[in-house]
Nanobody, 126 residues
Framework: QLQLVESGGGLVQPGGSLRLSCAASGFTLDYYDIGWFRQAPGKEREGVSCIGAFGGSTKYGDSVKGRFTISRDNARNTVYLEMNSLKPEDTAVYFC???????????????????WGQGTQVTVSS
């Protein structure tokens, strides 16, 4: 059974950093585009970043460009989201997701992703 598990969230001060991990089981991550999304209370789910299968291409939402970096370690079957210069508006539950047939065409729209992790909370506050 295909599963995604996020970890690495927590409480951090503004300007701080966190690294989120998305570990996959039940499938080989190499063949899948993977996306990171976030959802803050009362707001719609927002696409943060995505990375192509085999790590060739990446895409970022405008609100995180230059601050967040997505990467993957296929040997560990894991995708990472390095978050720097965090702001209070980055506070949200962060989810990783995979498309059913492997390809999301590097979209940041959640409709292209069918497998979702349970999420990890990131809180940016002083």
């Amino acid at each position: 059974q295909l599963q995604l598990v996020e970890s690495g969230g927590g409480l951090v001060q503004p300007g701080g950093s966190l690294r989120l991990s998305c570990a996959a089981s039940g499938f080989t991550l190499d063949y899948y585009d993977i996306g990171w999304f976030r959802q803050a209370p009362g707001k719609e789910r927002e696409g943060v970043s995505c990375i192509g299968a085999f790590g060739g291409s990446t895409k970022y939402g405008d609100s995180v460009k230059g601050r967040f970096t997505i990467s993957r370690d296929n040997a560990r079957n894991t995708v990472y989201l390095e978050m720097n210069s965090l702001k209070p508006e980055d506070t949200a539950v962060y989810f990783c997701a995979a498309p059913k047939y492997g390809r999301s065409y590097l979209s940041l729209h959640s409709v292209y992703y069918q497998y979702w992790g349970q999420g990890t909370q990131v809180t940016v506050s002083s």
